[in-house]
């Protein structure tokens, strides 16, 4: 009698057998010092300054705080789960070396971007007004010029 011999049977996803999947990175990159959270609608995210070489900074805090930037919940951001504070006064934030992942509303910048264009604007305005009110006709500070093109021989 034969007996019947069974081939074993690839169990692997065939997703798994492309050579995409077995590829190498093409280049290397460093890593990154600090991780970038996903985003999220309405919401620009910055690593703020809480300490500097163990000593904390409450001036810096403070003033991130009182322009809009609250902490990030780890809770609220599982990708990064990994780096929440477990003890201290920001437990259950996202903490790397000082520096604690906060977020403030897009619109809020958007805001803070015009006010300091406008504010800008008018130091440039009120510069150019300093500098023409002592300007004299008969010794410009800018001369303006101009120069003509033509075209054609001109003495053969």
């Not at 690839?10 to 492309?18: D, I, Q, V, Y």
């Not at 990994?82 to 958007?110: Q, V, W």
């Not at 130091?123 to 007004?129: G, H, L, P, R, S």
Request: hydrophobic residues 35%; contains cysteine; charged residues 30%.
């Amino acid at each position: 009698m034969m007996e019947k011999v069974e081939k074993a049977q690839n169990r692997a996803p065939r997703e798994m057998e492309s050579r995409a999947v077995m590829a190498r990175p093409t280049a290397w990159r460093p890593p990154e010092t600090l991780p970038s959270p996903d985003a999220r609608d309405g919401w620009t995210h910055r690593w703020v300054r809480m300490s500097m070489l163990g000593v904390a900074d409450p001036q810096n805090r403070s003033s991130k705080f009182r322009e809009g930037y609250e902490p990030c919940k780890a809770e609220d951001y599982p990708e990064l789960m990994m780096h929440a504070t477990s003890d201290g006064p920001y437990k259950g934030n996202i903490e790397i070396g000082g520096l604690m992942l906060c977020r403030i509303p897009s619109e809020f910048l958007k805001q803070r971007d015009a006010h300091f264009s406008a504010q800008n604007k008018a130091q440039m305005a009120a510069v150019d007004n300093n500098l023409m009110r002592d300007n004299d006709p008969r010794m410009p500070l800018f001369k303006e010029s101009s120069s003509k093109v033509s075209f054609g021989s001109g003495s053969t």
